[in-house]
């Protein structure tokens, strides 16, 4: 599935116990893939300029569209989705988000934030809009509306070799990184508890603001494990240069969303209308091939169902 928050301090506790933590640190924009070394950018791959569509632009809202700006609310340490590298902000995310701006005849601007605090800030107005690999799930819908544009699986990793023969059902007693507020904590969570009733030892989770660091973790041997997206585990494996492998296979799939205010007339129906202009025209791929993610869709949706 996909994705929740991130701190730059580490948070070490039993997996139980983390229901009761609250966010906190800064976004850590420095070295965005949090391993030390050399990113493989795709930063000066071009993109095409998509064509408005008169349209969908008719359908934003006119308290949206006043300032000829769509502002976004990210949380800009999630490679490759979104991300920070000679700093600007780059990746899947942003791509996409500037040409749905460009179908809609609108500047889209980003602006960093900690994940966790993005949908509240949308509903009290901070933001227009909000893209930062939000997975959709119930939960969320009774909050917002989302678009869904992409579909994303939990993926495991472990440093190059797997030198603990880890697999993602004999975690108990290791210690697993995680970024925090994440649909993988809840994951970790589950999983501890089945470690506690079969007589083995809770799962230890680091918990992190910013994903990058939860890379960082894993790389430096702080931690034996990491969760995280399988986009992110993908890149973070490729920007490592073979210093982190998969451990077992991508599971719990399910779509991001792109998520817009509720109550806002048919300003989904704009989002989704755009969207599903650049997956019919060819630059959606582009942009998927651009940062070499798997988990294209064909179709653009407003309020899906979530997966069971």
Same mark, same amino acid.
């Given at each position: 599935?996909?994705?929740?928050?991130?701190?730059?301090?580490?948070?070490?506790?039993?997996?139980?116990?983390?229901?009761?933590?609250?966010?906190?640190?800064?976004?850590?924009?420095?070295?965005?893939?949090?391993?030390?070394?050399?990113?493989?950018?795709?930063?000066?791959?071009?993109?095409?300029?998509?064509?408005?569509?008169?349209?969908?632009?008719?359908?934003?809202?006119?308290?949206?569209?006043?300032?000829?700006?769509?502002?976004?609310?990210?949380?800009?340490?999630?490679?490759?989705?979104?991300?920070?590298?000679?700093?600007?902000?780059?990746?899947?995310?942003?791509?996409?988000?500037?040409?749905?701006?460009?179908?809609?005849?609108?500047?889209?601007?980003?602006?960093?934030?900690?994940?966790?605090?993005?949908?509240?800030?949308?509903?009290?107005?901070?933001?227009?809009?909000?893209?930062?690999?939000?997975?959709?799930?119930?939960?969320?819908?009774?909050?917002?509306?989302?678009?869904?544009?992409?579909?994303?699986?939990?993926?495991?990793?472990?440093?190059?070799?797997?030198?603990?023969?880890?697999?993602?059902?004999? *975690?108990?007693? &290791?210690? =697993?990184?995680?970024?925090?507020?994440?649909?993988? +904590?809840? $994951?970790? @969570?589950?999983? #501890?508890?089945?470690?506690?009733?079969?007589?083995?030892?809770?799962?230890?989770?680091?918990?992190?603001?910013?994903?990058?660091?939860?890379?960082?973790? *894993?790389?430096? &041997?702080? =931690?034996?494990?990491?969760?995280?997206?399988?986009? +992110?585990? $993908?890149? @973070?494996?490729? #920007?490592?240069?073979?210093?982190?492998?998969?451990?077992?296979?991508?599971?719990?799939?399910?779509?991001?969303?792109?998520?817009?205010?509720?109550?806002?007339?048919?300003?989904?129906?704009?989002?989704?209308?755009?969207?599903?202009?650049?997956?019919? $025209?060819?630059?959606?791929?582009?942009?998927?091939?651009?940062?070499?993610?798997?988990?294209?869709?064909?179709?653009?949706?407003?309020?899906?169902?979530?997966?069971?």
């Amino acid at each position: 599935m996909a994705r929740s928050t991130r701190p730059k301090l580490l948070a070490v506790v039993p997996v139980l116990a983390l229901a009761t933590l609250s966010a906190c640190g800064t976004v850590n924009d420095q070295n965005p893939t949090g391993n030390g070394a050399g990113s493989p950018s795709q930063a000066a791959s071009a993109i095409p300029t998509a064509t408005k569509d008169e349209k969908l632009a008719a359908l934003v809202p006119a308290d949206v569209k006043a300032d000829g700006k769509i502002l976004v609310g990210q949380d800009q340490s999630y490679p490759p989705n979104e991300f920070v590298e000679n700093g600007q902000v780059v990746g899947m995310d942003v791509d996409l988000g500037k040409a749905i701006g460009q179908k809609l005849g609108l500047d889209v601007t980003f602006e960093n934030a900690q994940f966790d605090g993005i949908i509240p800030a949308l509903q009290a107005g901070r933001y227009e809009l909000a893209m930062s690999s939000f997975t959709i799930n119930a939960d969320r819908l009774k909050e917002v509306d989302m678009v869904s544009y992409f579909n994303a699986g939990t993926s495991g990793a472990v440093l190059k070799g797997n030198p603990d023969k880890l697999t993602l059902d004999t *975690l108990c007693g &290791k210690n =697993v990184a995680v970024q925090k507020g994440t649909v993988q +904590v809840e $994951d970790l @969570a589950g999983r #501890s508890d089945k470690c506690k009733a079969a007589g083995q030892p809770e799962i230890t989770v680091q918990q992190f603001q910013n994903q990058t660091d939860a890379n960082l973790a *894993l790389n430096s &041997k702080r =931690v034996q494990a990491m969760l995280a997206d399988s986009p +992110v585990v $993908d890149y @973070a494996i490729k #920007s490592t240069n073979g210093q982190l492998e998969q451990v077992g296979q991508v599971y719990d799939t399910a779509p991001y969303g792109l998520i817009v205010p509720k109550g806002k007339g048919d300003y989904a129906k704009a989002i989704q209308g755009a969207i599903q202009a650049l997956i019919d $025209d060819g630059t959606y791929k582009k942009i998927l091939d651009k940062w070499g993610v798997q988990g294209g869709v064909a179709k653009a949706e407003v309020n899906p169902a979530p997966a069971s």
